[in-house]
């Protein structure tokens, strides 16, 4: 949200006389993704009434190119601006051309040279033309954009310059949700133009989940008169889906846009609303409801019934049918097992075919799938989940939870599209991942040899939908896709964040000129904080994301808002020498898109004393390491905010060492609980003391008695009373649960621990 000064200069030389013009200062190129090669010259090429669009005749299918050329010109100029292919004088000209010998590394690389008289794009392929148009497009003022904006012809000008480019991967692509929430045909169209703009390629079309089944069958009519609408929990029906109609009107628009269309059914999980429409496809075969919450679930499409296969061919035929790509997605991910595991049909379709475990029932599944697809000429890609348990044999794997995926899959020359969560889930709010973090994104994982980086095919971007509405989905998802649009096809090493922020800055009003509602590049407000132990204070500084954005914060836990008498305007450094929550927020007048920003600060004996965990946190969730659990910052109800360390695999050990011999009143051990995101409270917190950091003698083991089936994302301490213990060391073993309870709807899948401060007073 940021408003560019550079292109402000370009429409402000647009109207200065000629002749000052062709003594102008260079315009600067600002194309993303960045040509892999630029070299500028004198002089511009300017357009007029009579330049022409001209196209090569050998090459028949360039007259719709040329066409789409004109049209969007049209619409910007309100200038019919003439398309032929001969005879045309080779002056004031825009010519395209096709040359499949221009020997560069991919077929959608492109000359674009400018000079004063004529622009020629010459693509290596049809896909080569349309992104040297792009880059044309984006080499001329935003206001192109805008229908008939464009006033006066003297802002039709373009630089002189031989581009010549292509990209790093050609797997370019955005994941959509489209079934937690319900994104609407034309909504649909605006972002594969927006899309191609950026010369992003695939579009990843997330089809059928618990949520919603958004796919017309026809064979299996249920699956979207029921499976298409859930009941929330207000009591309002929701929904919507595409006809087959829309669907092939989406794929051939995207074609257009050298977009391919890849459509993900999900199997074997995520599957709810399947099994609601037919609960037959389930293992249980009860009757249940479209799922109405987020999360993961027990029910998913029965292994050991043919049934079950019958009807997912019967649906990929006409799936097949409508999409022309040659992948299909089938998801793979999230399947709980522990249906599976109390199913007769399952057990014994895994006695009949010598199946070991669970894991080796799903990858029966997606091979017998997959083998399914291969004789109808599609190639699976699932999600990283299908390794386990043997990996099919053609599949491509997208991984996600990590790069492991990825490693795995092209260590054993497999195809691998690369979208961790870490860097790629746009979903994720901007304090974990914001537009630095995408641009530092490398597609190739450590660790994979040279000759293997080509099962690399690209890159996604995942936009899931729970907490974003069609109406959300522009902030969330732009600026970041200009980063990834980069890191994806030019690919450049090393990066240069704030030159690439400086180009991004001019690509807002292009943005608003195509009707995206973008958000920030950053989150709203930074904290910087500095503790001083000795002192028992804090010094908290507020960054905001812009300059002019003014903050107002809160000491008291009340709204930092306009017309909250205590709601204080931020000025300079705060400095806080008592525990308590700084709520901050950017000053803005609609209250409704209020984004508050917290801290809670906690003072204690511990902060800044050395702190040692025996086995590291999972990577996702690192926070500052050990020292995270006695800075005097206690992680708050987002357990993405960067302050929480979390654990997968192992319990947490914490030694934390106060340099002396010290009485010590209590220590709280902070914990949080997402039990849809498979986060519970430790099974069991153990106290130990020592004076010498050897010896440690076991003070109280201290069994979970906060609930844990409940919903609701929750905080607890668990608190010790110590009464005036001395000791120096202090250890705390946290025992995590192992495994999701079986009343959990992740039943048998790996618990998380999530542990922040242990405050010691
Ligand atoms: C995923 O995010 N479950 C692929
Ligand atoms: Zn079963």
Redesign the pocket.
């Known amino acids: 949200m940021k408003k560019s000064i550079r292109i402000i200069f370009i429409l402000v030389i647009g109207i200065l006389p000629m002749r000052l013009l062709s003594q102008a200062i260079a315009i600067p190129i600002q194309i993303i993704p960045a040509p892999q090669q630029i070299t500028q010259s004198e002089g511009q090429f300017f357009f007029n009434e009579n330049t022409q669009l001209v196209f090569d005749n050998k090459n028949s299918e360039l007259k719709n190119t040329a066409i789409y050329l004109q049209s969007f010109l049209a619409k910007a100029t309100n200038l019919p601006f003439k398309v032929s292919t001969k005879n045309a004088p080779d002056n004031n000209v825009i010519y395209i051309s096709i040359d499949t010998n221009l020997e560069l590394p991919s077929p959608e690389g492109y000359q674009l040279i400018i000079t004063k008289n004529k622009v020629s794009i010459i693509g290596n392929s049809l896909a080569g033309v349309f992104y040297g148009i792009q880059s044309m497009r984006q080499l001329l003022p935003a206001a192109i954009e805008n229908n008939g904006n464009v006033k006066s012809l003297l802002q039709f000008q373009l630089p002189c310059l031989q581009i010549t480019d292509y990209p790093k991967f050609s797997w370019r692509g955005l994941n959509l949700d489209c079934c937690r929430h319900f994104m609407d045909k034309a909504f649909i169209l605006h972002y594969l133009d927006v899309l191609a703009y950026y010369k992003m390629n695939k579009f990843h079309w997330h089809l059928t989940e618990d949520q919603a089944w958004r796919i017309e069958i026809k064979k299996y009519p249920k699956l979207t008169s029921v499976g298409a609408f859930r009941k929330e929990k207000e009591g309002n029906i929701y929904g919507g889906f595409y006809t087959q109609a829309d669907i092939k009107e989406v794929v051939a628009y995207a074609a257009k846009l050298n977009i391919e269309v890849i459509p993900e059914i999900e199997m074997p999980g995520h599957s709810m609303a399947a099994i609601a429409a037919y609960p037959g496809l ?2 249980t075969k009860a009757p249940l409801a479209v799922a109405n919450t987020w999360g993961v679930f027990k029910d998913i499409y ?4 043919d049934s079950t296969f019958i009807f997912l061919e019967n649906v990929l035929t006409e799936v097949f049918a409508l999409f022309p790509s040659k992948y299909i997605h089938i998801g793979g991910d999230e399947a709980p097992k522990y ?2 595991e109390n ?4 057990q014994q ?1 895994m006695q009949n075919e010598k199946l070991k475990d669970a894991h080796e029932l799903q990858s029966y599944f997606i091979k017998r799938i997959e083998k399914f697809a291969n004789s109808n000429g599609k190639k699976i890609i699932g999600w990283d989940e299908i390794l386990e348990g043997g990996l099919a044999p053609n599949a491509t794997v997208q991984s996600w939870r990590g790069v492991e995926g990825a490693i795995a899959a092209v260590n054993s020359q497999h195809d691998a599209i690369v979208s961790p969560t870490s860097h790629c889930y746009f979903d994720y709010s901007l304090k974990s991942i914001d537009l630095a973090k995408v641009y530092s994104f490398n597609p190739i994982p450590a660790g994979i040899s040279a000759e293997n980086e080509k099962y690399i095919l690209g890159g996604e971007c995942n936009m899931w939908t729970e907490k974003a509405p069609q109406n959300l989905v522009d902030s969330k998802v732009f600026p970041r896709l200009l980063a990834l649009a980069e890191v994806l096809w030019t690919n450049p090493m090393p990066r240069n964040f704030e030159a690439f922020n400086q180009r991004v800055e001019s690509h807002y009003p292009r943005l608003t000129s195509l009707g995206i509602q973008y958000g920030f590049d950053k989150q709203a407000i930074t904290f910087s904080i500095q503790v001083n132990p000795m002192a028992k204070a804090f010094q908290v500084e507020l960054i905001p994301a812009q300059a002019d954005l003014k903050i107002v914060y809160t000491l008291d836990q009340s709204l930092p808002q306009i017309g909250n008498p205590k709601a204080m305007p931020y000025q300079k450094t705060i400095e806080l020498q008592q525990a308590g929550i700084l709520k901050a927020a950017i000053q803005q007048a609609d209250t409704n898109q209020l984004e508050v920003f917290s801290r809670q600060f906690d003072i204690h004996q511990a902060i800044a004393k050395p702190c040692t965990i025996k086995v590291k946190p999972s990577d996702s969730y690192t926070a500052n390491g050990a020292n995270s659990l006695v800075d005097g910052l206690i992680g708050s109800i987002d357990f993405h905010d960067g302050l929480w360390l979390g654990f997968q695999q192992n319990n947490l050990e914490a030694i934390i060492d106060l340099g002396e011999n010290q009485k010590i009143n209590s220590i709280q051990a902070h914990f949080l609980q997402s039990m849809p995101s498979w986060i519970l409270f430790p099974e069991s917190v153990s106290l130990y003391t020592s004076s010498d950091g050897i010896q440690f003698k076991l003070y109280k083991v201290m069994e979970n008695k906060f609930p844990q089936n409940v919903s609701e994302t929750s905080m607890q301490n668990f608190t010790f009373d110590l009464s005036n213990t001395a000791t120096r060391y202090i250890k705390v073993i946290a025992k995590k649960v192992d495994k999701c309870p079986e009343w959990h709807e992740a039943a048998g899948s790996e618990a998380w621990l999530f542990v922040d401060e242990i405050s010691i007073y």
């Open positions: 389930s293992c029965c292994a050991g019934s249906r599976w199913c007769a049909a399952c379709r």
